[in-house]
T-cell receptor
């Protein structure tokens, strides 16, 4: 079993839909990253969370440390949101442990 | 405005021919990381520098070396690339205070092809 599990692995949505991607982890962490990677591209860090909730534009990330669970929400999804979304946890100094990623496709 | 810059974006090399990938940063961060990401897989940490202190991951092959001549630059050297080393190589940086690290900022990556 991976230390970081994401669901779903693939997600298809229509433009405008509300999207949720989930991440569960089994190790103690100091923080959790949500990352975005476009096809063939580099990685962009969307959020780093250690507690509570963060919002940036249409993106919202929440984390529940007790339940070892985090969610990434996208409101009013758009085709340009299509990408791979990766959850990664910092379990020891500086080292990220990555989930397998969620492939999101948003159709117009 | 680019904060973490990787050159080149695409690199083609021949089997066994040494290759060097470059990463530079304008953030003045003290930690720099090199990741390897193969197709449809999550990135895998190869090593990182905290200032001049080099930290190698236990399963990083000896074929991979790194240099950090100053705060801004970090290089990944692949001494004898094999076909299995074809991948995207990602550089990242973060600010650190003691054992706590801040958000990691990723570069655009260098896609390495080995012929």
């Amino acid at each position: 079993k991976n230390e970081v599990e994401q669901s779903p692995q693939n997600l298809t949505a229509q433009e405008g839909e509300f999207i949720t991607i989930n991440c569960s982890y089994s190790v103690g962490i100091s923080a959790l990253h949500w990352l975005q990677q476009h096809p063939g591209g580099g990685i962009v860090s969307l959020f780093m969370l250690s507690s509570g909730k963060k919002k940036h534009g249409r993106l919202i990330a929440t984390i529940n440390i007790q339940e070892k669970h985090s969610s990434l929400h996208i409101t009013a999804s758009h085709p340009r949101d299509s990408a791979v979304y990766i959850c990664a946890v910092i379990a020891s100094y500086g080292k990220l442990t990555f989930g397998q990623g969620t492939i999101l496709t948003v159709h117009p | 405005d680019a904060m973490v810059i990787q050159n080149p974006r695409y690199q083609v090399t021949q089997f066994g021919k040494p290759v060097t990938l470059s990463c530079s940063q304008t953030l003045n961060h003290n930690v720099m990381y090199w990741y390897q990401q193969k197709s449809s897989q999550a990135p895998k940490l190869l090593f990182h520098y905290y200032d001049k202190d080099f930290n190698n991951e236990a399963d990083t092959p000896d074929n991979f070396q790194s240099r950090r001549p100053n705060t801004s630059f970090c290089f990944l050297d692949i001494r004898s690339p094999g076909l299995g080393d074809a991948a995207m190589y990602l550089c990242a940086t973060s600010r650190a205070q003691g054992a706590r690290t801040d958000t990691q900022y990723f570069g655009p990556g260098t896609r390495l092809t080995v012929l």
